[in-house]
Structure formats: structure tokens, C-alpha cells
Nanobody, 120 residues
Framework: QVQLVESGGGLVQVGGSLRLSCAASGRTFSRFAMGWFRQAPGKEREIVAALSWSGSSTYYADSVKGRFTISRDNAKNTVYLQMNSLKPEDTAVYYC?????????????WGQGTQVTVSS
């Protein structure tokens, strides 16, 4: 088991930036591949980004490539999602996820979510 707690969401204007953080506890963090999903109102949940156990492999949804960056700090048991050049369509609840079994998608464990709202 691992517990995931997201932070860093909020309201930002179009073109702005936010950095989401996800603090993990309960198990050895380096054993988990990590990811971020999001769900916009009326839409299905979708994967945004994923990061392998070592951090050597990354995945990004086409809609965020070049704008979002996922990273991890194993010493702090934390994964980040740096979001730049935000667009209104990025508005969603963002969920941190983790998995020991696979890195794509790493969706065995979920955080409670953090709201990101991009205003135009």
C-alpha cells in the first residue's frame, strides 16, 4: 500500500504555470512507477504523464507534450508535474497515481485529486 497526497492545484490564467506535487508514504517510494491523470467535467479520466521507477522513461499525452514535465525526487518521496503554457482545456481534477507492477499506466493507487482551473 502507498498513500498519495496531491497539492499545488489552483486557479491560473491562460498561459500561466503551476507545479503539482504528490507526496507518497507507506512503502519504498523508488519501487513505484508514478503518474498523473486528470478528469475534466463531463469527460472520462485520462492519463497525462507517467514516469518509470528509475525515472529513465517518461510518457506524455499528446495534448500536453512540450508543456508538461513529470519528475520525481526519491529522497523526498515526491513526484511533480510542472505545467506550463496552460490552456482552458487543461482545467480538470488532477490525480497522482502509482504502481509497483507497471509503469504505463501506473494506476494501482490513487490520490484524492487536486483541482486545476485555467481561466481565459
Amino acid at each position: 500500500q502507498v498513500q498519495l497526497v496531491e497539492s499545488g492545484g489552483g486557479l491560473v490564467q491562460v498561459g500561466g504555470s503551476l507545479r503539482l506535487s504528490c507526496a507518497a508514504s507507506g512503502r519504498t517510494f523508488s519501487r513505484f512507477a508514478m503518474g498523473w491523470f486528470r478528469q475534466a467535467p463531463g469527460k472520462e479520466r485520462e492519463i497525462v504523464a507517467a514516469l518509470s521507477w528509475s525515472g529513465s522513461s517518461t510518457y506524455y499525452a499528446d495534448s500536453v507534450k512540450g508543456r508538461f514535465t513529470i519528475s520525481r525526487d526519491n529522497a523526498k518521496n515526491t513526484v511533480y508535474l510542472q505545467m506550463n503554457s496552460l490552456k482552458p482545456e487543461d482545467t480538470a481534477v488532477y490525480y497522482c497515481t502509482a504502481s509497483e507492477r507497471r509503469w504505463l499506466p501506473p494506476n494501482d493507487y490513487w490520490g484524492q485529486g487536486t483541482q486545476v482551473t485555467v481561466s481565459s
